[in-house]
């Protein structure tokens, strides 16, 4: 139980975190939703490799 409490100081700041990352997944969701049913394709980054 020590190595736990030692990890994790402030226990308000990890759960406020982990409510961010999950608003975060849940609106990248609905875009992609949206972005489906309005038949839209979302640009991504495009990896690019140059050679030589």
């Known amino acids: 139980m020590q ?3 030692e990890s994790v ?3 308000a700041a990890k759960r406020q975190l ?3 990352q999950a608003e975060l997944a849940k ?3 609905i875009m ?3 972005a ?3 038949d839209v394709e ?3 980054e495009e990896e690019t ?3 030589v």
């Open 49 to 51: 490799f140059y050679v």
């Open 42 to 44: 979302i640009p991504a």
């Open 32 to 34: 992609d939703y949206i």
């Open 36 to 38: 489906m049913m309005a």
């Open 9 to 11: 100081q402030n226990f």
């Open 3 to 5: 190595r736990l409490l």
């Open 27 to 29: 609106q990248a969701g």
């Open 18 to 20: 982990e409510r961010m």
